[in-house]
């Protein structure tokens, strides 16, 4: 990995530099621009000047959005046809009647309503759009013979300008690129504006679409991410090897066994991730396929470089994580020591040498992190010493409990919404609530038959998913559609999918009615603020973030055609009134637990890692943490969020009668909490 770095230290003779690695990943990113991305841009400026050749023809067109659910949408096939046509040219350099025929037949196969195009059918058609290209002065008149995939054709090349532009774009494209992000072996540059910041030539934004300054308290919480460095757990390197060597049986798909041979190359570095927000403050680690908060493996995978001795509550601290990610997260924090603790005096734990044998033992486990968690455990034990004074690497995580109705139940005061999610007070001796047990009981009292069965059935794991979407404003739709996946998957009828969803969503409203409380008064405020010209939604969070959104109706613009995409530019670009008002809820939610987060982070003076609703420190810090997290949920909901999005929108502030009663939740009682994360 470190070859290209070591040959530019030896050419300059200086030694190992952020700006060197930095220099190193744009110049990769660079490397990976060429045609094809000249080609699409090129179509952007194109698409709209081309006549029509193809008749007022609608057709459906079918694709992924980036909830990853199937959308379908209608076309104009002469714009099809068109984006087809010189996208393709563009990036090859050329045209040929014959491989335009070829591409507008695949396009009709692959696509869903397209039918069959046959050769005869097709050719005149074909031809008529070569000749168009000729006439726009795309391409040449005279025809070029070439040999392109060891075939000999004769074709139509770009004209001289085209051709000479097709390259200027290219460049183009890779002078304004941003770096290609991986795990870096240097500390990233702290951010010091929303523009400057991992190395002097990353060419990367704070917050992707938003050069808003932020303040810097918010700076500092992204800059000390960035600081902590991460090595590759030994057992992770030895499962990554295992586990290449048998895709087969471990279902190892084409994405993981890139992680799996990428991983490998940072065994004896420490690493580090530059880190960026979204447009609502949360938080992302860039490093590619590799990040902290990625699957299972990546979590096991990136364990703190640096250990510190457990003192009086570390091996406790690693008890309750090794516990959670085995499957015993259900329990009272007691009963999962006690339950590691059965685990070594029996033995248990003493015969797991990898993950392997972790499958075979714990099958419900998160089987990586479990790994590592166990073998952590051996090694401090094997050590034969109290355990306070051995140092350890490993990140213990806590989890919130459904992080979304958490903060809806402090905004909204529903004590029912608070307890369900663990707001309230509680001891070790208690048993956290399962706010998705809970509403799947609750679900089958509003079925009957089909429905009852399989809610029964499936119990949490059907409820999940719909409860936590919930919890970040989902609406009724979207909770349907997951729910169809979710019974499609397991080989259910997906036509009772929106039954299903109405049983589910009636015991939200019964045992978690501050997700429709809040998402309510929203979106009627929303509602209200759009039909008075309100173009984009800006509010402030507790530790002073500035967020600001926006959403426009691209999607009529937008052509498709399977691997082919461009925008049509045709008019003024319209506010997608739709997406603005249902999107808002869950926007708040999110800068809210984004804001929760980093007051916990500058809170402590030691290194954490985030996972949005999950934050890991060493296990020395983690009663620590755990009491930061509560005093900055309070901090959190002391400061009116909601308040101040409704002046900015210059709508009325919700007044939720709930909070005002004395038996309202106050998010204060979370301090008491166990369970609010644990």
């Known amino acids: 990995m470190n070859t290209l770095i070591n040959s530019i230290q030896t050419a300059l003779n200086i030694n190992t530099s952020i700006d060197i690695e930095v220099a190193t990943q744009l110049d990769e990113a660079r490397q990976l621009i060429g045609t094809r991305q000249a080609a699409q841009a090129m179509t952007n400026k194109t698409l709209h000047l081309v006549p029509r050749l193809v008749k007022e023809h609608a057709v459906s067109v079918s694709f992924t959005n980036s909830r990853e659910q199937v959308e379908v949408v209608t076309k104009d096939l002469n714009d099809i046809m068109w984006l087809i046509t010189l996208q393709s040219t563009y990036e090859t350099g050329f045209v ?7 591409l507008f037949q695949n396009w009709a196969k692959e696509n869903t309503t397209g039918g069959v195009w046959e050769y005869k059918a097709v050719e005149p058609i074909a031809k008529r759009f070569v000749k168009e290209l000729v006439n726009l002065h795309v391409v040449c008149n005279d025809l070029t013979v070439i040999t ?25 494209l890779r002078l304004n ?26 060419n990367m934004s704070l917050i992707t679409g938003n050069k808003v300054e932020q303040p810097v308290q918010v700076l500092n919480a992204v800059n000390k991410l960035q600081r902590v460095g991460f090595i590759i757990a030994p057992a992770m390197l030895v499962a990554a090897r295992d586990m290449l060597d048998n895709v087969n049986e471990y279902g190892v798909d084409k994405e993981l066994e890139r992680v799996l ?59 309750i994580h090794t516990a959670n990610v085995c499957g015993m997260d259900k329990v009272s924090i007691n009963d999962r020591v006690s339950w590691v603790m059965a685990n070594i005096d029996s033995g248990t734990f003493a015969s797991i040498t990898d993950f392997e ?3 075979q033992t714990f099958p419900n486990a998160d089987i990586m992190q479990a790994t590592v968690a166990i073998l952590e455990i051996n090694r401090i034990l094997a050590l034969d010493i109290d355990p306070a004074l051995v140092s350890s690497n490993l990140v213990c995580h806590q989890d919130g ?25 509680s001891t070790t001796n208690d048993a956290p609530k399962d706010i998705y047990g809970i509403i799947s009981t609750e679900a ?13 059935k499936y119990g949490r794991d059907l409820t999940k998913n719909p409860v936590m979407i919930s919890g970040y404003g989902a609406g009724a739709e979207t909770i349907t559609a997951n729910i169809a996946k979710f019974l499609a998957k397991k080989g259910e009828n997906a036509v009772e999918a929106p039954a299903v969803s109405d049983a589910i969503l009636a015991a939200l409203e019964s045992k978690a ?23 984009e939604a800006t509010w402030t969070t507790a530790d002073g973030f500035k967020c600001v959104i926006a959403y426009t109706d691209i999607e009529d613009k937008r052509v498709r055609a399977g691997g082919f995409n461009a925008i049509k530019q045709t008019g003024a670009t319209v506010l997608d009134e739709i997406k603005t008002i249902g999107a808002m809820a869950p926007n708040l939610i999110h800068s809210i637990d984004a804001a929760h987060l980093r007051l916990v982070i500058n809170k402590c003076d030691f290194e954490l890692v985030t996972v949005h609703d999950s934050i890991g420190s060493h296990a020395s810090d983690f009663m620590a943490t755990a009491q930061a997290i509560r005093e900055q949920f309070v901090v959190v909901h002391a400061y009116d969020a909601l308040a101040n999005v409704c002046e900015s929108m210059n709508v009325p502030t919700p007044k939720f009668v709930a909070k005002r009663r004395p038996n309202g939740y106050n998010a204060f009682e979370a301090l008491n909490s166990t369970y609010i994360f644990s």
């Open 96 to 102: 040929a009647k014959a491989g335009l025929v070829k």
């Open 148 to 172: 392109h995939k060891e075939q000999v054709m004769r074709v139509r090349k770009l004209t001289p300008n085209n051709n000479q532009e097709v390259l200027d774009t290219v460049e183009e």
């Open 177 to 202: 690129a941003s770096m290609k992000c991986k795990p870096l072996v240097n500390v990233p540059t702290d951010w010091t504006n929303a523009t400057t910041g991992v190395g002097a030539t990353a």
């Open 261 to 319: 041979i990428e991983i490998q190359l940072y065994a004896n570095d420490t690493v580090h991730f530059p880190v960026t927000m979204d447009k609502r403050g949360r938080m992302y680690y860039r490093g590619g396929l590799l990040s902290p908060q990625g699957t299972d493996f990546c979590k096991a995978a990136f364990q703190f470089a640096e250990s510190k001795p457990l003192g009086d509550t570390g091996f406790d601290a690693i008890a």
């Open 357 to 359: 044998d972790v499958i």
């Open 401 to 425: 409990t459904c992080n979304g109705l958490q903060h809806m139940a402090a905004i909204t005061g529903n004590r029912d919404t608070a307890e369900s999610v663990n707001c309230t007070a």
């Open 444 to 456: 089958a009292t509003f079925a009957t038959g089909p429905i009852l069965a399989l809610i029964n």
């Open 513 to 535: 009615a501050a997700v429709g409380t809040f998402v309510k008064a929203i979106k009627s405020r929303m509602n209200n603020a759009v039909a008075n010209g309100l173009t």
